[in-house]
């Protein structure tokens, strides 16, 4: 009984003692977050893959090629990409909204248009070295996730 006492006090008192200090971590500033979306976002490409609604087969491997990000004034960004398709690679700099959830920059894209491949909306979630998210088009839609790997 006397053991379970002590436990439960020293329980306490180190809630006590803990819980302020780790509620009271300040959170980073919006020139922060941004800065380090920079630093996340520059020279690196989205390795992964990507699956669709109607079916649950995974797709095979797809890359985006990420040369840098630039903020273009308010939430809008400039991600400047590369896509290769059908063997060629072809730039591709899109301007793209970033929403921020807490620390995390979210990629927002709604009804934008991309010349020669269409109209597309997605939600993409960037964190710790990895992303997911939800796209859709006229074709349909789905899930994408994968790493973000630094180009050499």
Not at 32 to 45: D, H, P, S
Not at 74 to 83: I, Q
């Amino acid at each position: 009984m006397r053991n379970s006492l002590q436990l439960a006090l020293i329980v306490i008192l180190l809630g006590i003692i803990i819980v302020p200090r780790a509620c009271s971590k300040k959170p980073p500033s919006q020139e922060q977050r941004e800065q380090a979306f920079k630093e996340m976002m520059n020279g690196v490409t989205l390795a992964g893959r990507s699956s669709r609604l109607h079916d649950d087969k995974i797709i095979g491997e797809e890359k985006y090629v990420i040369e840098g990000v630039t903020k273009l004034g308010g939430d809008t960004w400039l991600l400047r990409s590369r896509m290769q398709i059908e063997g060629r690679d072809i730039p591709l700099p899109l301007p793209v909204n970033i929403e921020w959830a807490g620390d995390t920059p979210v990629i927002t894209m709604t009804d934008f248009s991309i010349p020669g491949m269409g109209t597309y909306t997605a939600r993409v979630v960037l964190y710790r070295g990895q992303y997911a998210g939800t796209w859709s088009g006229k074709e349909g839609g789905g899930q994408i996730f994968g790493k973000i790997v630094r180009n050499p």
